[in-house]
C-alpha cells in the first residue's frame, strides 16, 4: 500500500513541479564512532524555507493518507549492521488539520542509526526516502542513497567524521552546530570555543530571519493596500446596483453621445466625466488624510466616540435603505451643483460628476463610510486607495457604454430588483453597526454585547436577508415576488449557508470567517467553560507556586489557554522573576488584525506551546478607556494631545519608542525593556511567527 501511495504521489508530483525535489531539500551523509564496535550513520536535512518533511514516526492513516513518513534503510551491508531504532532531531511540531494528524519538521532536521561494526573493511548503501511538502503547492517524494565505507574506521583514533558533498549548490552544508553536536562525544572543543561557534551561527541565522520579517512586512503592507483597493472596487460595484446611481447610466451615457455631438466628442466627454468622479472621491480620501493625519486616522477606527458615531449612523442609513424616509443633502448644494454643470466645458463636466455624487449621496454615503473606517486602519494611504478603488468602479459603466453604446440595451431594466438591493444593503449595515458597537463595549467593559448576543444579532439578520430574497418576507414599498431568478435564488442560499454556520458560535466554536468583526470568544457570558474547558485560565499551562499566586488575578486568557497581562509593570515583573522573556503586544480591541492573530496564529500548534511556556505576554490595548488618576492626565508632545486614558500611554509608549502607531505590534523584550527583535506587524503566517519569536528566545537565553 505505502509503495502504491509512493508511486501516485511520485506521478502527480511529476505533472506537477517542473523543478526536483533536490531544490527543496539537501540531504548530507556523515558518520562518527561511539567505541571500537560500534558508531551512527548521521544524515543532516536542509529544508527549503516554507517546505516540511515528515517525522519518522509520522502515520499517514491517522493524516487521511496524507505524507510518506522519513525511512532509512540498508542495503548491500558487509560488516555492518543496524542496531536500535532511528533516531531523529528535533522533535516534531504536531499538525492537526482537516486531514488528521501529521508529525512534520522544517527548516532542518537529523537523523542518526546505530550500527554495529563487525569488521574492519565495513561497506554498504544507506538509503533515506521520504517526502517534502508545502501547503499551498503540494508533495514530492524523495530518495537518496549514500555509500558507507568504514574502510580502516575501527583503527581511526582522531575520529574524524566523513561528510559526503551535500546535493544542491545553492543550500549550505551542515552547519557548525550540526557538526560540533554529531561528534560532541570525540571532538575536544573549550567552552568559550563553542559559544563563539554557536554565537556565530546564531547571528547568520537571526540574519536570515530578519530578511524575511522585512520582506513579510513589505508584503503584508502592499498585500493590505491591494486588499482595500479590491475593496474599494467592490464597494464601488455595490453603489452601482443602487436606485440612486443605476438608472443614471443610461441617461448620462445618452447624454454625451447624443446627436448633437460627433461620436469622438461624446466618447472624450464621458471620459472625462469618468475621470472628473475620480477626482471627486479620491480627493475626499486625500482630504481626509490631511485633516486626521495619522493618529486621526487611527482615531476614525478605533476612537470610543467614533465608533458610537458609526453606530448611530450606520443604523440611521440601514433604515434609510430600508424604506423608512429618504436622507438627501440640502436641496441648495444640489441646485448650485446643478447649475454650475449647465455652462458646458471641462467645468461643466466636472460639476455634472459632482452633481451624481451629492444626488446619489443616499445610497453611496453609508458605503463610503464603510470603506473609509475600513480603510483607515492600513495607515495613510489606506482611505486614497480605497477611494481610488471605489471611483474607478463607479466611473467605469460611464466611459464604457459611452465608446460602445449599443452594449446599454443589455443592461437589466430598472425595477423591484433595485429596491431588493437597498433592502439587502440596508440589513447588512444593520449588521455591521454592532461592529461598533462592540468596539465601545470591549474598550469599556461593560460586558453588553457579549459574543453570544452579537453572534444571535447577525443570525436572525442575515435569516431575514435569506428569507427576504426567497421572497417571503416583504416590507411595504415591495412588490410581490411571482418568479424567483436563479440569481436571487443563489444569494438567498448563500445568506442561509451562513447563517446556519454562525449557529454553532453560539456555544463556543471558532468561527474563523468573522474574526476581528466579532468580540472574540474571551468576551463572552462565562468564557465558554462549559464547551473549551479552558475558562478562567483553566487551560493555562502556567504553573504558580504560592509566591506567585498573586499574579493569578492579574492574568487574562486571550484563546485556547494563553494567558496575559494588561499591566506593563505587573507583567514585567513576573518575567523578571521567572526569567523569561516578554511579547510586548500593542493591541485594540477595534483591531480586527489583532483578533485575527489570536484566532488562527497564536493557538497554531508552532506557536502556542512557545507563548505558553516560554514567554511572558503582555497586551496593551491603545484604545483602553480606564480613566487615568488627574495627577498622570498631562499633555503628550508625542500624542498631540492631553492623555486621559489608560491606552493613551500605551499609544504614546509606542509611538516615542518604536516611532509606530499600528496595531497589532510585536516586540520580544524583557523585565529591564531591552528590545530583541524589531516591531512587526499582522503576519497570518504562523510560521513567520514562529521564526520571529524563536530570534527573540534565542537572543534572550544569550544574555541570560
Same mark, same amino acid.
Request: aromatic share 12%.
Given at each position: 500500500?505505502?509503495? %502504491?501511495?509512493?508511486?501516485?504521489? @511520485?506521478?502527480?508530483?511529476?505533472?506537477?513541479?517542473?523543478?526536483? &525535489?533536490?531544490?527543496?531539500?539537501?540531504?548530507?551523509?556523515?558518520?562518527?564512532?561511539?567505541?571500537?564496535?560500534?558508531?551512527?550513520?548521521?544524515?543532516?536535512?536542509?529544508?527549503?524555507?516554507?517546505? $516540511?518533511?515528515?517525522?519518522?514516526?509520522?502515520?499517514?492513516?491517522?493524516?487521511? @493518507?496524507?505524507?510518506?513518513?522519513?525511512?532509512? +534503510?540498508? $542495503?548491500?551491508?558487509?560488516?555492518?549492521?543496524?542496531?536500535?531504532?532511528?533516531?531523529?532531531?528535533?522533535?516534531?511540531?504536531?499538525?492537526?488539520?482537516?486531514?488528521?494528524?501529521?508529525?512534520?519538521?522544517?527548516? *532542518?532536521?537529523?537523523?542518526?542509526?546505530?550500527?554495529?561494526?563487525?569488521?574492519?573493511?565495513?561497506?554498504?548503501?544507506?538509503?533515506?526516502?521520504? /517526502?517534502?511538502?508545502?501547503?499551498?503547492?503540494?508533495?514530492?517524494?524523495?530518495?537518496?542513497?549514500?555509500? !558507507?565505507?568504514?574502510?580502516?574506521?575501527?583503527?581511526?583514533?582522531?575520529?574524524?567524521?566523513?561528510?559526503?558533498?551535500?546535493?544542491?549548490? /545553492?543550500?549550505?552544508?551542515?552547519?557548525?552546530?550540526?557538526?560540533?553536536?554529531?561528534?560532541?562525544?570525540?571532538?575536544?572543543?573549550?567552552?568559550?570555543?563553542?559559544?563563539?561557534?554557536?554565537?556565530?551561527?546564531?547571528?547568520?541565522? #537571526? /540574519?536570515?530571519?530578519?530578511?524575511?520579517?522585512?520582506?513579510?512586512?513589505?508584503?503584508?503592507?502592499?498585500?493590505?493596500?491591494?486588499?482595500?483597493?479590491?475593496?474599494?472596487?467592490?464597494?464601488?460595484?455595490?453603489?452601482?446596483?443602487?436606485?440612486?446611481?443605476?438608472?443614471?447610466?443610461?441617461?448620462?451615457?445618452?447624454?454625451?453621445?447624443?446627436?448633437?455631438?460627433?461620436?469622438?466628442?461624446?466618447?472624450?466627454?464621458?471620459?472625462?466625466?469618468?475621470?472628473?468622479?475620480?477626482?471627486?472621491?479620491?480627493?475626499?480620501?486625500?482630504?481626509?488624510?490631511?485633516? %486626521?493625519?495619522?493618529?486621526?486616522?487611527?482615531?476614525?477606527?478605533?476612537?470610543? &466616540?467614533?465608533?458610537?458615531?458609526?453606530?448611530?449612523?450606520?443604523?440611521?442609513?440601514?433604515?434609510?435603505?430600508?424604506?423608512?424616509?429618504?436622507?438627501?443633502?440640502?436641496?441648495?448644494?444640489?441646485?448650485?451643483?446643478?447649475?454650475?454643470?449647465?455652462?458646458?466645458?471641462?467645468?461643466?463636466?466636472?460639476?455634472?460628476?459632482?452633481?451624481?455624487?451629492? #444626488?446619489?449621496?443616499?445610497?453611496?454615503?453609508?458605503?463610503?463610510?464603510?470603506? !473609509?473606517?475600513?480603510?483607515?486602519?492600513?495607515?495613510?494611504?489606506?482611505?486614497?486607495? =480605497?477611494?481610488?478603488?471605489?471611483?474607478?468602479?463607479?466611473?467605469?459603466?460611464?466611459?464604457?457604454?459611452?465608446?460602445?453604446?449599443?452594449?446599454?440595451?443589455?443592461?437589466?431594466?430598472?425595477?423591484?430588483?433595485?429596491?431588493?438591493?437597498?433592502?439587502?444593503?440596508?440589513?447588512?449595515?444593520?449588521?455591521?453597526?454592532?461592529?461598533?458597537?462592540?468596539?465601545?463595549?470591549?474598550?469599556?467593559?461593560?460586558?453588553?454585547?457579549?459574543?453570544?448576543?452579537?453572534?444571535?444579532?447577525?443570525?436572525?439578520?442575515?435569516?431575514?436577508?435569506?428569507?427576504?430574497?426567497?421572497?417571503?418576507?416583504?416590507?411595504?414599498?415591495?412588490?410581490?415576488?411571482?418568479? %424567483?431568478?436563479?440569481?436571487?435564488?443563489?444569494?438567498?442560499?448563500?445568506?442561509?449557508?451562513?447563517?446556519?454556520?454562525?449557529?454553532?458560535?453560539?456555544?463556543?466554536?471558532?468561527?474563523?470567517?468573522?474574526?476581528?468583526?466579532?468580540?472574540?470568544?474571551? *468576551?463572552?457570558?462565562?468564557?465558554?467553560?462549559?464547551?473549551?474547558?479552558?475558562?478562567? =485560565?483553566?487551560?493555562?499551562?502556567?504553573?504558580?507556586?504560592?509566591?506567585?499566586?498573586?499574579?493569578?488575578?492579574?492574568?487574562?486568557?486571550?484563546?485556547?489557554?494563553?494567558?496575559?497581562? *494588561?499591566?506593563?509593570?505587573?507583567?514585567?515583573?513576573?518575567?523578571?522573576?521567572?526569567?523569561?522573556?516578554?511579547?510586548?503586544?500593542?493591541?485594540?480591541?477595534?483591531?480586527?488584525?489583532?483578533?485575527?492573530?489570536?484566532?488562527?496564529?497564536?493557538?497554531?500548534?508552532?506557536?502556542?506551546?512557545?507563548?505558553?511556556?516560554?514567554?511572558? !505576554?503582555?497586551?496593551?490595548?491603545?484604545?483602553?478607556?480606564?480613566?487615568?488618576?488627574?495627577?498622570?492626565? #498631562?499633555? +503628550?508632545?508625542?500624542?498631540?494631545?492631553?492623555?486621559?486614558?489608560?491606552? *493613551?500611554?500605551?499609544?504614546?509608549?509606542?509611538?516615542?519608542?518604536?516611532?509606530?502607531?499600528?496595531?497589532?505590534?510585536?516586540?520580544?523584550?524583557?523585565?529591564?525593556?531591552?528590545?530583541?527583535?524589531?516591531?512587526?506587524?499582522?503576519?497570518?503566517?504562523?510560521?513567520?511567527?514562529?521564526?520571529?519569536?524563536?530570534?527573540?528566545?534565542?537572543?534572550?537565553?544569550?544574555?541570560?
Amino acid at each position: 500500500m505505502r509503495k %502504491l501511495i509512493l508511486f501516485f504521489t @511520485f506521478f502527480i508530483s511529476t505533472l506537477s513541479f517542473a523543478q526536483p &525535489w533536490k531544490d527543496y531539500i539537501n540531504l548530507s551523509f556523515s558518520t562518527q564512532k561511539i567505541d571500537d564496535q560500534t558508531a551512527y550513520l548521521i544524515v543532516n536535512v536542509k529544508i527549503k524555507d516554507g517546505w $516540511h518533511i515528515f517525522s519518522k514516526d509520522h502515520d499517514p492513516n491517522k493524516a487521511d @493518507f496524507v505524507g510518506l513518513p522519513t525511512e532509512v +534503510s540498508l $542495503h548491500d551491508a558487509n560488516g555492518v549492521k543496524f542496531i536500535g531504532k532511528l533516531e531523529e532531531s528535533p522533535k516534531p511540531t504536531v499538525i492537526k488539520d482537516e486531514f488528521g494528524t501529521s508529525l512534520e519538521i522544517v527548516n *532542518h532536521a537529523t537523523f542518526k542509526q546505530k550500527v554495529r561494526i563487525t569488521k574492519d573493511n565495513a561497506t554498504g548503501t544507506l538509503l533515506i526516502e521520504g /517526502q517534502t511538502c508545502k501547503d499551498e503547492v503540494g508533495c514530492l517524494p524523495w530518495e537518496r542513497e549514500f555509500k !558507507i565505507d568504514l574502510k580502516g574506521y575501527l583503527k581511526d583514533k582522531a575520529n574524524a567524521p566523513t561528510v559526503e558533498k551535500a546535493d544542491a549548490e /545553492q543550500v549550505t552544508t551542515p552547519t557548525v552546530n550540526d557538526l560540533v553536536k554529531a561528534n560532541k562525544d570525540s571532538v575536544n572543543l573549550k567552552d568559550d570555543t563553542l559559544k563563539e561557534l554557536d554565537t556565530s551561527v546564531n547571528k547568520s541565522e #537571526v /540574519q536570515k530571519i530578519d530578511k524575511l520579517e522585512s520582506n513579510v512586512v513589505k508584503d503584508d503592507a502592499k498585500g493590505s493596500f491591494w486588499l482595500i483597493f479590491l475593496l474599494g472596487i467592490g464597494s464601488g460595484l455595490i453603489a452601482l446596483l443602487t436606485p440612486c446611481i443605476f438608472p443614471m447610466i443610461p441617461m448620462t451615457v445618452s447624454f454625451f453621445t447624443n446627436a448633437k455631438k460627433s461620436r469622438r466628442k461624446g466618447i472624450i466627454d464621458a471620459m472625462i466625466y469618468g475621470l472628473s468622479i475620480m477626482v471627486i472621491y479620491v480627493g475626499i480620501g486625500v482630504l481626509l488624510t490631511l485633516l %486626521l493625519g495619522k493618529t486621526g486616522l487611527n482615531d476614525l477606527s478605533t476612537n470610543i &466616540w467614533m465608533n458610537l458615531i458609526f453606530f448611530a449612523v450606520f443604523v440611521i442609513f440601514a433604515f434609510s435603505f430600508l424604506g423608512a424616509f429618504e436622507i438627501q443633502l440640502p436641496t441648495s448644494w444640489t441646485n448650485s451643483a446643478d447649475k454650475k454643470a449647465d455652462k458646458g466645458g471641462l467645468v461643466g463636466i466636472f460639476f455634472m460628476a459632482f452633481t451624481l455624487a451629492l #444626488v446619489s449621496f443616499s445610497c453611496t454615503g453609508p458605503i463610503v463610510g464603510t470603506l !473609509i473606517v475600513e480603510a483607515s486602519q492600513t495607515g495613510l494611504w489606506g482611505p486614497i486607495i =480605497g477611494m481610488l478603488g471605489f471611483s474607478f468602479a463607479l466611473a467605469f459603466p460611464f466611459s464604457l457604454f459611452a465608446i460602445f453604446p449599443g452594449w446599454l440595451s443589455s443592461l437589466p431594466q430598472s425595477g423591484g430588483w433595485l429596491n431588493s438591493v437597498k433592502v439587502v444593503l440596508g440589513l447588512m449595515e444593520l449588521a455591521l453597526a454592532f461592529k461598533f458597537l462592540s468596539g465601545v463595549d470591549l474598550a469599556y467593559h461593560w460586558g453588553i454585547l457579549t459574543r453570544e448576543i452579537f453572534i444571535a444579532i447577525w443570525i436572525v439578520l442575515f435569516g431575514i436577508t435569506g428569507f427576504y430574497l426567497l421572497g417571503k418576507i416583504r416590507f411595504s414599498h415591495d412588490s410581490v415576488t411571482e418568479k %424567483l431568478s436563479v440569481t436571487r435564488f443563489m444569494f438567498a442560499t448563500v445568506f442561509l449557508i451562513f447563517t446556519v454556520y454562525l449557529i454553532p458560535g453560539m456555544f463556543g466554536a471558532p468561527l474563523k470567517l468573522i474574526d476581528g468583526v466579532a468580540p472574540p470568544r474571551n *468576551h463572552s457570558e462565562d468564557n465558554f467553560k462549559f464547551v473549551t474547558g479552558y475558562g478562567n =485560565g483553566g487551560g493555562s499551562s502556567i504553573a504558580l507556586n504560592d509566591s506567585l499566586s498573586r499574579f493569578t488575578s492579574q492574568m487574562h486568557e486571550v484563546n485556547a489557554g494563553i494567558m496575559v497581562f *494588561h499591566d506593563l509593570e505587573v507583567g514585567r515583573e513576573y518575567a523578571k522573576i521567572v526569567n523569561k522573556p516578554i511579547l510586548l503586544d500593542f493591541t485594540g480591541y477595534a483591531c480586527a488584525n489583532c483578533r485575527r492573530t489570536e484566532s488562527t496564529v497564536w493557538p497554531d500548534d508552532r506557536v502556542r506551546p512557545m507563548l505558553m511556556n516560554d514567554f511572558v !505576554i503582555i497586551s496593551l490595548y491603545v484604545d483602553d478607556k480606564t480613566p487615568l488618576p488627574k495627577e498622570e492626565q #498631562v499633555y +503628550s508632545k508625542y500624542l498631540e494631545s492631553t492623555k486621559r486614558y489608560k491606552g *493613551h500611554n500605551w499609544s504614546e509608549m509606542e509611538i516615542k519608542k518604536y516611532n509606530q502607531f499600528s496595531q497589532p505590534l510585536y516586540i520580544v523584550t524583557d523585565a529591564e525593556g531591552n528590545d530583541y527583535t524589531k516591531p512587526i506587524g499582522y503576519t497570518g503566517d504562523p510560521e513567520v511567527y514562529r521564526s520571529f519569536l524563536q530570534e527573540g528566545l534565542n537572543k534572550f537565553k544569550e544574555k541570560h
